[in-house]
Nanobody, 123 residues
Framework: QVQLVESGGGLVQTGGSLRLSCAAS????????MGWFRQAPGKEREFLAA????????LYADSVKGRFFISRDNTRNMGYLQMNSLKPEDTAVYYC????????????????WGQGTQVTVSS
């Protein structure tokens, strides 16, 4: 498994932006597809975005398409989620995850999860 640590969460006003980072270690990051998820209180964990190993293809949930952008830098073992036009309903704990199978990310059963970072959007 690869170890993951998220950072960059915080409090932001409606319409604002945040960039989350995910630092990977322990295994060769470029061998893993990476994804971002979130979980709000009382709700199930939700898939947001995924990016393939080489970074050439991305997938997004409809709820964030056009507002959130996933990227990665394999030379730095880092993944990112740029979040724009934030809304109060985006408030949640955000997690990065990695798996050698993109499918496992899409069905929310990856091998590795980060510990999560809180994002709060005030109205």
């Amino acid at each position: 498994q690869v170890q993951l640590v998220e950072s960059g969460g915080g409090l932001v006003q409606t319409g604002g932006s945040l960039r989350l980072s995910c630092a990977a270690s322990g295994r060769t990051f470029s061998n893993y597809a990476m994804g971002w998820f979130r979980q709000a209180p009382g709700k199930e964990r939700e898939f947001l975005a995924a990016i393939i190993r080489g970074g050439g293809h991305t997938l997004y949930a409809d709820s964030v398409k056009g507002r959130f952008f996933i990227s990665r830098d394999n030379t730095r073992n880092m993944g990112y989620l740029q979040m724009n036009s934030l809304k109060p309903e985006d408030t949640a704990v955000y997690y990065c995850a990695a798996d050698q199978s993109l499918h496992n990310l899409l069905v929310i059963t990856p091998d590795s999860w980060g510990q999560g970072t809180q994002v709060t959007v005030s109205s």
